[in-house]
């Protein structure tokens, strides 16, 4: 069965030959009727050629529109499915607790990308692969929760929301995406925020340190322990 987005651009591209067949046909009769009929001075021939034309072209904008409206609702709703259904997927992968096809849901998910996703979303899925190297440091930390961080505006602003204001106070040298990513997936996100603003070079056993600290001082039962 045909996709809202496979429709959409097959109306798009029929519209695109109607329009193109109108422009010549349009030529054609202003260089050799309409120029004429001109010369001869009868206003209400030209009237109703005017009247004529934009009558066609606004009936087939109104059409476009229409369809245009009554698709982009299915189509959003089936890119907010396939975002939650990535959620939950990559929130199963962090708590350890993935699925046991978890490599086939993960491909049956980037295939559906592929369709449905927008251009910036597709484009930040291939860096996926990457969050889970160099997390020796703070700062390989930061590359990683940043990717997050994008992947995650991306998706909202796939979805028609605006990212701006989502986070506040984001420190000098360090993204929207990193600030996004970090109180995403991080248990003490502000802490390893000023870690990476103040010491990048860190250690990640040693944050987790600072962590731990923090946690005993709270009277946190930390699970990964």
């Not at 519209?15 to 193109?20: E, Q």
């Not at 001109?38 to 021939?45: C, D, R, V, W």
């Amino acid at each position: 069965m045909p996709s809202p987005n496979t429709k959409n651009d097959t109306l798009h591209l029929i519209l695109g030959v109607i329009t193109f067949v109108i422009l010549v046909i349009g030529a054609w009769f202003l260089a050799f009727e309409l120029i004429p009929i001109l010369a001869t001075g009868n206003p209400s021939i030209l009237a109703a050629i005017i009247t004529g034309t934009l009558v066609a072209v606004g009936a087939i904008y109104v059409k476009h529109i229409e369809h245009k409206h009554s698709v982009e609702p299915q189509f959003r709703d089936a890119k907010v499915q396939m975002y939650n259904d990535f959620i939950e997927l990559f929130d199963s992968f962090s708590e350890g607790a993935g699925p046991e096809d978890a490599v086939s849901e993960l491909k049956k998910w980037r295939r559906q990308l592929l369709f449905w996703g927008g251009p910036k979303v597709i484009k930040t899925s291939f860096q996926l692969k990457n969050t889970a190297e160099n997390l020796d440091t703070v700062e390989g930390m930061g590359n990683s929760v940043e990717i997050i961080g994008d992947l995650i505006l991306a998706m909202r602003q796939d979805l028609g929301l605006s990212n701006r204001g989502i986070v506040e106070g984001v420190s000098s040298g360090i993204s929207q995406a990193t600030v996004v990513g970090a109180r995403y997936k991080l248990r003490h996100a502000d802490i390893f925020l000023q870690c990476l603003r103040e010491n990048p070079s860190m250690l990640s056993k040693e944050f987790s340190a600072i962590e731990a600290v923090i946690e005993k001082e709270r009277g946190i039962n930390n699970p990964n322990n």
